[in-house]
């Protein structure tokens, strides 16, 4: 991973000069409430919101629970031209030999390792 890919996923989905992800930036970009993101990647809202209050605790258990979904975003956006078009892939397109799940699916069922797999073969040529 390139300094500039991980300077602009800092930038799109971090608070101002905080050190962690931001759980509200990351559910604004998918289009989803943080109840919603909170199922997605498996940490109770209370650790989500405790993450935007500032406690450390729970912003390092979010922040870890949200950067596979950050770099997912931030991958599917560099190649999709866009994090608009990233967030409905993400959301909507079904991912080959998935049995029409999703990113958002597989995310869901803790396989966001094997998203990033198929990103990164697409990048590849592998799939193209």
Known sequence: MTTAFLDSSATLFGEDKAPFLSARRVAEQLG??????AALTGVARNTLAA????RK???RKADAA???VVRILAMAG??????????IWFKHQP???WAGKTAYDLVGEGKADKVL??????RSGVYA
């Open 78 to 87: 560099e190649m999709a031209g866009g994090n608009e078009r990233a967030a």
């Open 95 to 97: 991912i080959p030999g």
């Open 57 to 59: 605790a729970g912003a």
């Open 66 to 68: 949200l950067s596979p």
């Open 32 to 37: 989803v409430t943080m109840s919603e993101l």
């Open 51 to 54: 993450q935007a209050g500032g």
């Open 117 to 122: 797999a198929y990103l990164e073969a697409v």
